[in-house]
């Protein structure tokens, strides 16, 4: 256990509804990181927040997607208009080392 | 821009028998470097990490990563592996950015330990 919890843990959806995550870090980590995980493959950064700013993000994160921080504390990520290609592994880390254990999302 | 390339996606070996799981990268400036497991329908975790000083680090698990500046790897190993080393291995390198650090994953390799 990481101390990093991620909610939920499984989340299926029909294409076109929106989807929010969340994402509980260990409350002294200012760094929280997004990533997502698709069959097969490593990571891939999607954005990172220093307290609540959020300070890059990647090009796989479309309009479509969306992430606060508020209060530099907790986080969500949330997906509108969900496609089949978003169904990946969405995994939230604390300064880099700490992984949560992720919200697998699946679109019909 | 930098890049992480492991350059095997699955690796079959005997238990008892010693495995090497390699991990090139590549970096114009100082990087940190990791080696993360993660076992079936679980989330990540940090296997080893290398940061400054020696440039061999080793796990609590028998595993070790010996990083070389000159070839731009590291490389991970264990002189004996269990069964339960079965997993997906992922090599990571952070280089610093304005305002942090900023990630970038291999696409794993898959250790199979046979009996």
């Known amino acids: 256990d990481t101390g990093v919890s991620q909610n939920p843990r499984h989340k299926i959806t029909k294409r076109g509804q929106n989807v929010t995550f969340r994402c509980d870090p260990i409350?002294?980590?200012?760094?929280l990181y997004w990533y997502r995980q698709t069959l097969g493959q490593g990571p891939e950064f999607l954005t990172y927040?220093?307290?609540?700013?959020?300070?890059?993000k990647s090009r796989l994160l479309s309009d479509r997607f969306s992430a606060e921080r508020p209060k530099g504390s907790f986080s969500t990520l949330e997906i509108q208009r969900t496609e089949q290609g978003d169904s990946a592994m969405y995994l939230c880390?604390?300064?880099?080392?700490?992984f949560g254990p992720g919200t697998r999302l699946t679109v019909l | 821009a930098q890049s992480v390339t492991q350059l095997d996606s699955q690796v079959p070996v005997f238990e008892e028998a010693p495995v090497e799981l390699r991990c090139n990268y590549s970096?114009?400036?100082?990087?940190?470097l990791f080696w993360y497991v993660q076992y079936p329908n679980q989330g990540l975790q940090l296997l080893l990490k290398?940061?400054?000083?020696?440039?061999l680090v080793e796990s609590i698990n028998g595993f070790e990563a010996e990083f070389n500046k000159s070839q731009t790897s590291f490389h991970l190993r264990k002189p004996s592996v269990h069964i339960s080393d079965t997993a997906e291995y992922f090599c990571?390198?952070?280089?610093?950015?304005?305002?942090?650090?900023?990630?970038?994953f291999g696409a794993g390799t898959r250790l199979f330990v046979k009996a």
């Open positions: 880390a604390t300064d880099t080392q700490y």
């Open positions: 409350s002294e980590h200012n760094r």
């Open positions: 927040f220093q307290n609540e700013a959020q300070l890059e």
């Open positions: 970096s114009s400036v100082s990087v940190y």
């Open positions: 290398y940061l400054s000083g020696s440039t």
């Open positions: 990571a390198v952070s280089e610093r950015e304005a305002g942090g650090f900023k990630t970038i």
